[in-house]
C-alpha cells in the first residue's frame, strides 16, 4: 500500500479512535461500534478502510449470536502491514512527497487536530501538558527530541490495553513533530 493510500485512510477522525482503540485490544466491527458508539455498518465500513490499506491487521475470529465476527488489531510498528518496519503516516515523514501525498498529509493533521479537540473536551483535572512551539533549534537538540518522541510514542503504544481494563486509566498522547521550511518572507530576509 502507497503512503498516499496510508495517510487517506487514517485522514478521518473516526479511523484515527480505531486505530487508537485497537493498539491495544483485538475487537470486532460490532465491538468496536459499541466502545465508540457508532453503527456497526460504520465502524465495519471504517475498518475495511483501514485494512486495506494496511493499518489493521486480522487477529482471529470470535463467535458472536451463532455466527463468527472477525477481531482486527492495529499492528503500530507496522511490522505486518511492511517488512521494512516503517510505521507509516507517522513515520517521521522522511521521504520528499508529491502533490498527493502532501494533500493527503494535510487531511491526516486536520483529523488529528480535530481528535484533539474532541479529546481536550474529556481532560481531567491535574497534570496536562501542552507544548506548541515554532523555533530555531541547533540540529543535536532537535535530533535528541525526535528520539525522546519516538521512544515516549513506543512506550505508550506498547503499553495499550483494551478498554476500562482493571488498573490503567484513559489518556491521550497527540504530537506533530517535523522540520519546517523556510517561508518565502523569510527567504528573502538575507540571512
Known amino acids: 500500500m502507497t503512503s498516499t493510500a496510508s495517510l487517506r485512510a487514517t485522514a478521518h477522525p473516526l479511523r484515527l479512535r480505531i486505530l487508537s482503540l485497537l493498539t491495544g485490544a483485538e475487537l470486532s466491527a460490532a465491538e468496536i461500534a459499541r466502545e465508540l458508539a457508532t453503527s456497526q455498518a460504520n465502524a465495519s465500513y471504517h475498518v475495511r478502510v483501514l485494512a486495506t490499506a494496511?493499518?489493521?491487521?486480522?487477529?482471529?475470529?470470535?463467535?458472536?449470536?451463532?455466527?463468527?465476527?472477525?477481531?482486527?488489531?492495529?499492528?503500530?510498528?507496522?511490522?505486518?502491514?511492511?517488512?521494512?518496519?516503517?510505521?507509516?503516516?507517522?513515520?517521521?515523514?522522511?521521504?520528499?512527497?508529491?502533490?498527493?501525498?502532501?494533500?493527503?498529509?494535510?487531511?491526516?493533521?486536520?483529523?488529528v487536530a480535530d481528535e484533539l479537540v474532541r479529546r481536550s473536551?474529556?481532560?481531567?483535572?491535574?497534570?496536562?501538558?501542552?507544548?506548541?512551539?515554532?523555533?530555531?533549534?541547533?540540529?543535536d537538540s532537535w535530533q535528541r527530541t525526535e528520539e525522546l518522541v519516538a521512544e515516549a510514542s513506543a512506550l505508550i503504544h506498547d503499553a495499550a490495553q483494551p478498554p476500562r481494563t482493571e488498573g490503567t486509566i484513559r489518556v491521550n498522547m497527540s504530537v506533530v513533530l517535523f522540520q519546517m521550511t523556510e517561508s518565502a518572507e523569510q527567504a528573502g530576509l538575507g540571512r
Open 121 to 139: 473536551s474529556q481532560l481531567r483535572e491535574g497534570r496536562a501538558y501542552l507544548a506548541d512551539a515554532e523555533l530555531w533549534v541547533d540540529l
Open 54 to 111: 494496511g493499518l489493521v491487521v486480522p487477529a482471529g475470529e470470535v463467535k458472536i449470536r451463532g455466527g463468527t465476527a472477525k477481531r482486527y488489531r492495529h499492528p503500530w510498528r507496522g511490522k505486518e502491514s511492511d517488512p521494512s518496519g516503517a510505521r507509516g503516516p507517522g513515520d517521521g515523514g522522511r521521504a520528499l512527497l508529491g502533490p498527493a501525498e502532501r494533500a493527503a498529509r494535510q487531511s491526516l493533521i486536520r483529523a
